[in-house]
C-alpha cells in the first residue's frame, strides 16, 4: 500500500530562541498492508523545506508501524541541506488511546547532524482539516514502484531491456533525456550500454553514450560498476564533460500501464512498456559543456520496455498536463513480416483527476489511428463516449537522431526531443464539443522511430 502524508510545523535549533518553519512531504509505500496493524516498516521518500536552511530538499527513510505492540509511529529521514551537510530526522508519535486525535496528529522529535550531534528540536503537526482528504485520497493499493523497477531479463538470449527518463527544467526550460539499455543479443554475450542528451532552448542538443560494458546477471548492477547508478529514488553517472546526479523527490501518482498490466505481466507482445513513476519530481545537479543545471523540483517520469527488441515503426509522448494530470501515447507496428504491413497500434493512457482513460488500453488500440508526416505525428480516435486528437511536432533544432540496435543485429534510427509541442483536445464525441484542450510548447517528450527496411 502506498500513501502521501505531509506534516508541518517548527524546529527550534539548539541555544536558539528563534524558530524555524519546517515541513515534509512523502511518500511512503508499506510491503505489507497487513502486518501495517501489528508492526512494519514503509519507506518513504519525498521532500523536505526548512526556513533558511532546506528549499524543496530531497528526503528519503523508513516509518516504523506498530500502532498496537509498540503504539507508535516513528519518522527517519535523512536529507542534504542547502549548504551540502547532512541531517536526519528521528521522532515518533506515541499513540493514546484516549486522546487518539491529538497524539495521531502531533510529530515531536530532534534534528541531528552529520556528527549525530543534537542540530535542533522540532515538533509537526498533521492537519485533518487540510491534509487528511489528501491522505486517504492518495492511499493505492498495487505494486510498487520499487519493484517495477527491477530487471525482468533472465539470461534469455534475444532481450532487450530499458529504463529511461525524462524531466523539463522548470527555470530554464531544458529537457534531459537519460537512457539506460541492457542488449541480450540472439548470438553472443549480453552488454549494457547508454546515453544522456541534454535540450537547452538557447543551442543544439548535447548527446553522450556511455557503454558498452559486460552485462552480469543483473543490468542495474553491471551499470552501478561502471558508476552509473539506475534507480527509482536516484540516478547518477559521470563521462567527463557531462555529469548528472539526481534524487527523485516523490512521485505523485501511481504507475500507469499503456499496453495493460497483464500484456506486461504475461508478455503477451513483441514489447511492452510501463511508466513506473508517470508523475515524478527530480532534483540535483546536471553538469554538459561550458554549463551546469541545478534542478529542483523538475517535472518528468521514469519508464520501462521489456521485449525482443524495436518496433518496425513507433511513435511516443510523454505529456506532463500539470496538477499531477499526464499523457502517455505509445504506437507501434511489430517488425514480424506478416505484421509490419498492418495499421499501427496506438496504446493511450489519459490520466486526469486520479482517474485513468481509456480503462482498457489493449482493447481501446484499435480505436485510435496514427499518422506520420517527417517530424510530426497525430493521433485520433474515441473510447466510451470522448473523443481524443492529439498533434505532436519535434522541433528541427532541438531534436536528436540516434541508432538502436535490435537483439538479431538490425539497426533502427530514432529521433528524439524534450523539447517537442504537443496540441491536445478531449472532445464529446456525440456533441463535437471541446471538453478540455492542453498546448504544450516546448515542454512534451516526444520521438518518432523505424527501422530503415
Known amino acids: 500500500m502506498t500513501f502521501h502524508e505531509v506534516m508541518e510545523g517548527s524546529l527550534r535549533r539548539l541555544n536558539e530562541t528563534r524558530t524555524q518553519r519546517f515541513t515534509f512531504s512523502i511518500d511512503a509505500a508499506i510491503p505489507h498492508t497487513l502486518q501495517m496493524v501489528r508492526e512494519t516498516t514503509a519507506t518513504v521518500r519525498g521532500s523536505l523545506w526548512i526556513q533558511g536552511a532546506a528549499t524543496a530538499v530531497p528526503v528519503e527513510g523508513t516509518l516504523e ?8 509511529l516513528r519518522y527517519r529521514l535523512s536529507w542534504q541541506s542547502d549548504d551540502g551537510k547532512q541531517y536526519r530526522f528521528d521522532g515518533w508519535k506515541t499513540l493514546r488511546y484516549l486522546r487518539l486525535l491529538s497524539s495521531w496528529t502531533t510529530l515531536p522529535g ?12 522540532a515538533e509537526l503537526k498533521f492537519s485533518l482539516r487540510r491534509q487528511l482528504p489528501r491522505l486517504l485520497a492518495s492511499i493505492r493499493f498495487g505494486a510498487r514502484h520499487d519493484a517495477l523497477s527491477e530487471p525482468r531479463w533472465r539470461n534469455q538470449p534475444g532481450r532487450t531491456e530499458v529504463w529511461y527518463t525524462t524531466l523539463t527544467d522548470p527555470d530554464s526550460g531544458t529537457g534531459v533525456w537519460l537512457h539506460h539499455e541492457l542488449i541480450a543479443p540472439d548470438t553472443g554475450k549480453p552488454y549494457v550500454h547508454g546515453w544522456i542528451s541534454v535540450f537547452p532552448p538557447d543551442s543544439v542538443p548535447v548527446t553522450r553514450r556511455f557503454g558498452p560494458y559486460a552485462c552480469s546477471a543483473n543490468p542495474l548492477q553491471s551499470l552501478a560498476e561502471h558508476g552509473m547508478t539506475v534507480s527509482p529514488q536516484r540516478m ?20 500507469l500501464f499503456p499496453m495493460s498490466r497483464t500484456v506486461w505481466r504475461r508478455s503477451l507482445l513483441p514489447a511492452s512498456q510501463i511508466v513506473p513513476q508517470p508523475s515524478a519530481r527530480f532534483s540535483g545537479p ?6 551546469k543545471l541545478s534542478l529542483q523540483d523538475a517535472s518528468g517520469a521514469s519508464a520501462r520496455v521489456y521485449g525482443h527488441g524495436n518496433a518496425q515503426r513507433w511513435i511516443w509522448l510523454h505529456a506532463d498536463l500539470g496538477n499531477d494530470d499526464v499523457l502517455e501515447i505509445i504506437g507501434a507496428v511489430a517488425r514480424q513480416h506478416s505484421l509490419r504491413w498492418l495499421p499501427m497500434l ?10 485513468v482513460w481509456p480503462r482498457f488500453p489493449l482493447l481501446a488500440a484499435w480505436r485510435f489511428h496514427a499518422r506520420i508526416r517527417g517530424d510530426t505525428w497525430t493521433v485520433r480516435g474515441r473510447m466510451g463516449g470522448q473523443q481524443l486528437q492529439v498533434q505532436v511536432t ?17 539497426h533502427a534510427l530514432c529521433r528524439n526531443s524534450e523539447r517537442a509541442t504537443a496540441h491536445i483536445v478531449v472532445q464529446h464525441a456525440r456533441r463535437q464539443t471541446t471538453t478540455i484542450e492542453w498546448q504544450l510548447d516546448g515542454t512534451a517528450h516526444a520521438e518518432i522511430g523505424r527501422h530503415p527496411t
Not at 65 to 72: T, V
Open 346 to 355: 496506438v496504446f493511450i493512457q489519459l490520466r486526469r483527476h486520479g482517474k
Open 110 to 121: 530532534a534534528v541531528y547532524d552529520a556528527d549525530g550531534r543534537v542540530w535542533a528540536s
Open 65 to 72: 508501524m506498530s500502532p498496537l505492540k509498540k503504539r507508535r
Open 236 to 255: 547518477s553517472g559521470d563521462l567527463g564533460d557531462v555529469s548528472w546526479d539526481l534524487r527523485c523527490a516523490g512521485n505523485r501518482s501511481q504507475p
Open 286 to 291: 546536471i553538469g554538459y559543456p561550458a554549463k
Open 394 to 410: 519535434l522541433p528541427t533544432t532541438q531534436t536528436v537522431e540516434l541508432e538502436y540496435v535490435d537483439p538479431d543485429g538490425a
